[in-house]
């Protein structure tokens, strides 16, 4: 059985960092091979992808983080990574780490003005 647990979520203010860790626990073949990606949900809209990183180490991100966040991951903690910079207040949000079908309890992040 997959976990994962998400851990760096806190306030901030607008122009500031904050780096997100999620460490999986559970079959090492299954998460090293597979794709981790991290996802958040704001107040009233739906949960989408931020940015993603496959077993092979390609990397996805979404249009609106392209250039102020870097997803990277380190394969032998089983450990991945959002480095967060530039952050502004529509960054606000519930941030959740996935691997296939599990997820994890989400960390919050909080932008101020």
């Known amino acids: 059985q997959v976990q994962v647990v998400e851990s760096g979520g806190g306030l901030v203010q607008a122009g500031g960092s904050l780096r997100l860790s999620c460490t999986a626990s559970g079959s090492g073949i299954v998460i090293r091979l597979n794709t981790m990606g991290w996802y958040r949900q704001a107040p009233g809209k739906q949960r989408e992808l931020v940015a993603s990183?496959?077993?092979?180490?390609?990397?996805d991100y979404a249009d609106s983080v392209k250039g102020r966040f870097t997803i990277s991951r380190d394969y032998a903690k089983n450990t991945v990574y959002l480095q967060m910079n530039s952050l502004k207040p529509e960054d606000t949000a519930v941030y959740y780490c996935?691997?296939?079908?599990?997820w994890g309890q989400g960390t919050l992040v909080t932008v101020s003005s």
């Open positions: 996935n691997l296939r079908t599990v």
């Open positions: 990183v496959s077993g092979g180490g390609s990397t």
